[in-house]
């Protein structure tokens, strides 16, 4: 009769598939924090260097914004000086753009008064006339339109006439008060007797 041997193990209880069970999660639990271990400590490496730089850098700001001020403060002054000097030279340059015009204008105006006193020179009056009613006479033959606001005695008359010919002026028409129509009719004669005047009164009715 032939002898059969069997090692049979005996079943593991519950409890201890549960601790095996355990064991082994936790082995791979250490497997996994192991190959994260360096990756982990070079992170905070670099969360506690981008910490320094960025201490560093507010310092450095920090440091830049004050020597801003500082420049800023010091400037001031000297922009205040240099707003001041632009509008100085705003005037100055207005002056002298209002001088060029001034010199251009009169320049002209000194031309067209040779010219005036070349057209009028043979005239009764261009002899006699005195220097303020030709200046008189020229300022309002170049400008059209003016109003002779010289005092009483001072020839506006004569000063009148000078700007009709100067400006080549062919009919005049004096308007005046009735008492000193026979007056200009002789002023017209003694000072433009190549200029025939007319005189009428006035009008009455039938």
């Known amino acids: 009769m032939s002898e059969f041997s069997f090692d049979f193990e005996a079943p593991l209880s519950e409890e201890q598939m549960l601790i095996n069970a355990l064991n082994a999660v936790k082995a791979e639990r ?11 400590d070079r992170i905070k490496h670099l969360q506690a260097e981008r910490q320094r730089i960025k201490m560093e850098a507010e310092a ?7 020597e801003e ?13 240099l707003r001041l000097k632009a509008v100085e030279i705003q005037n100055l340059e207005n002056e002298l753009r209002l001088y060029y015009e001034r010199r251009d204008r009169d320049a ?9 006193n070349y057209k009028t020179e043979a005239l009764e009056w261009h002899s006699k006339a005195k220097p303020h009613q030709l ?11 003016c109003i002779l606001g010289d005092k009483m005695g ?6 009148s006439l000078a700007a009709a010919d100067m400006s080549q002026s062919k009919r005049l028409l004096i308007v005046c008060p009735s008492d000193v129509v ?3 009719e002789q002023e017209i004669k003694m000072w433009a007797p190549h200029r025939p005047a007319i005189a009428m009164y006035r009008m009455t009715k039938i």
């Open 30 to 40: 250490s497997e996994l924090e192991a190959s994260i271990s360096a990756k982990n």
């Open 69 to 81: 001020l500082e420049l800023a403060d010091e400037i001031k002054p000297t922009k205040d000086q």
């Open 108 to 116: 002209a105006v000194q031309e067209k008064v040779k010219e005036f």
């Open 60 to 66: 450095a700001i920090r440091k830049l914004m004050e």
């Open 154 to 159: 001072l020839g506006k008359t004569l000063t």
């Open 135 to 145: 200046d008189g006479a020229a300022i309002l033959a170049l400008n059209q339109r």
């Open 182 to 184: 026979k007056n200009f």
